[in-house]
């Protein structure tokens, strides 16, 4: 499972992007998300409105906090899945907004850089950034420049350019993942399976928290039940998040018709030109029960 393909489900048209066949009605993007660096992405998505890991920064960052009033001993590692640039740990761990982010990789300064000094360049602003409660990020994802952009600029403790939606893990990743107590999900949930899911929680020594922020064109229930497996139960947070625009009437149209096939409204949601996210939570039943969703969502 590559970035690119996880998100036609995230991305649209944009500069120097080549678009490849609709997946399932929605736009692919297939040299998006594995570029030298991010400017890229930020230019290709800035118009588009993706929202995602900017929703989903409060929420994770109140996760993190509940995770560790739960228990002594150092901060809880978080294992970001389909993690790119690293973009859910530069806003979990730094005094910054998604929308800096996008002004910055967008600006005159960023695009007069060759990626070795946007590089250096990023070093500098994510350390004077950096806050006191940051706690340890590893990111996985297939696409190793993407990943090896995140580590260089250190956003990601480590980082791992793996499918484990094709093979198991390697030995470096298992060990990595031990101490995680929260995988996060902000794009990709639609590609990944239990064959993700599974190594890594079996790699884990102690229990975990998934929050994964999942389309409502698509459906969790699989990864859910791979979940339940390992004794967490998932919870489906109440409000919507929109994602991105659509990128024509056919996006729209197939948005529209497949969340309505759901069971879902799609009325002040698809209808109003979006791709919608639900977050759904997965926890043991224990900290269900001491810890109410309402309580860590917004």
């Given at each position: 499972m590559t970035e690119a393909q996880r998100t036609g489900s995230a991305a649209g048209g944009g500069v120097g992007v080549a678009v490849t066949a609709a997946v399932e009605g929605m736009v692919q993007f297939g040299e998006l998300y594995d570029q030298p660096d991010p400017r890229a992405y930020f230019r290709v998505l800035g118009p588009l409105d993706y929202r995602t890991p900017g929703h989903a920064q409060d929420i994770f960052r109140r996760l993190r906090s509940a995770l560790g009033a739960m228990g002594e001993g150092p901060p809880p590692t978080v294992l970001d899945l389909c993690c790119s640039y690293g973009i859910n740990a530069a806003l979990l761990n730094h005094d910054v907004t998604l929308d800096e982010l996008y002004e910055r990789y967008t600006s005159h300064e960023a695009a007069s850089m060759n990626t070795a000094q946007l590089a250096e360049w990023d070093r500098e602003f994510?350390?004077?950034?950096?806050?006191?409660?940051?706690?340890?990020?590893?990111?996985?994802?297939?696409?190793?420049?993407?990943?090896?952009?995140?580590?260089?600029?250190?956003?990601?403790?480590?980082?791992?350019?793996?499918?484990?939606?094709?093979?198991?893990?390697?030995?470096?990743?298992?060990?990595?993942?031990?101490?995680?107590?929260?995988?996060?999900?902000?794009?990709?949930?639609?590609?990944?399976?239990?064959?993700?899911?599974?190594?890594?929680?079996?790699?884990?020594?102690?229990?975990?928290?998934?929050?994964?922020?999942?389309?409502?064109?698509?459906?969790?229930?699989?990864?859910?039940?791979?979940?339940?497996?390992?004794?967490?139960?998932?919870?489906?947070?109440?409000?919507?998040?929109?994602?991105?625009?659509?990128?024509?009437?056919?996006?729209?149209?197939?948005?529209?018709?497949?969340?309505?096939?759901?069971?879902?409204?799609?009325?002040?949601?698809?209808?109003?030109?979006?791709?919608?996210?639900?977050?759904?939570?997965?926890?043991?039943?224990?900290?269900?029960?001491?810890?109410?969703?309402?309580?860590?969502?917004?």
């Open positions: 994510f350390e004077t950034r950096r806050r006191s409660d940051r706690v340890r990020v590893v990111g996985l994802d297939i696409a190793p420049r993407a990943v090896a952009y995140g580590r260089a600029v250190g956003l990601l403790a480590e980082g791992f350019a793996e499918n484990l939606e094709e093979g198991p893990p390697s030995p470096a990743l298992r060990r990595a993942v031990r101490e995680t107590r929260l995988i996060t999900v902000t794009g990709g949930s639609s590609f990944l399976s239990q064959r993700t899911f599974r190594p890594l929680l079996s790699a884990a020594r102690g229990p975990v928290w998934v929050a994964a922020f999942v389309l409502r064109t698509t459906s969790y229930a699989e990864i859910a039940g791979c979940l339940a497996a390992f004794g967490l139960a998932t919870e489906r947070a109440a409000p919507t998040f929109p994602q991105r625009r659509f990128t024509d009437a056919r996006e729209r149209r197939y948005a529209v018709d497949t969340v309505t096939a759901a069971g879902h409204d799609p009325e002040g949601r698809e209808s109003d030109g979006y791709f919608h996210t639900a977050l759904h939570l997965s926890r043991p039943t224990s900290d269900v029960v001491m810890t109410p969703l309402d309580s860590l969502v917004p």
